[in-house]
């Protein structure tokens, strides 16, 4: 595949990431109150919060430091992404990646932090950037190391 070709397609798939993960957030914002609960499926809640921190809301209240460091680990991506366009399947962790980043970067710079609004048992609320996000990094592992290689058979 061409350089502008992944180009295309990781910035397309990253865009779509960006609508969907907005969309989202906006109807689950519309539907329950901040702070609120609305089980939708045994073990699935529809919640309104907000997260000012990162995974799991670590370095909460950093503000400024984590739209940095968001930006700084973009930067890489795009490098790695510059070097790597023409590796099978680049575009995909890349989209992803800059999709799930461009999302919740968009709420902490307009929100002051990231709405989450998923709920399930024994773990943090969170939204489709943060899926996107961690798809994007499974991917890029998968891309790095590549399938798993067929063990040889002996013969006989």
């Not at 798809?135 to 002996?154: D, F, I, N, S, T």
Request: aromatic fraction near 8%; avoid cysteine.
């Amino acid at each position: 595949m061409t350089r502008s070709r992944a180009s295309l397609r990781a910035a397309a798939l990253g865009a779509a990431i960006i609508a969907a993960d907005q969309a989202t957030k906006a109807l689950a914002r519309g539907a329950v109150a901040r702070g609120d609960r609305d089980p939708i499926f045994p073990g699935v809640a529809l919640v309104n919060v907000r997260n000012r921190g990162v995974a799991f809301g670590l370095f909460a209240d950093s503000g400024a430091i984590l739209i940095v460091f968001t930006v700084v680990a973009v930067l890489a991506l795009l490098a790695f992404f510059l070097v790597h366009a023409t590796r099978h399947g680049a575009w995909v962790p890349t989209g992803l990646l800059l999709g799930g980043a461009g999302g919740n970067l968009i709420d902490r710079v307009y929100d002051e932090g990231v709405t989450d609004f998923i709920d399930i048992p024994l773990w943090p609320a969170f939204n489709l950037a943060d899926i996107a996000i961690t798809a994007g990094v499974l991917a890029l592992l998968w891309v790095l190391e590549g399938p798993p290689a067929e063990k040889a058979r002996p013969d006989g």
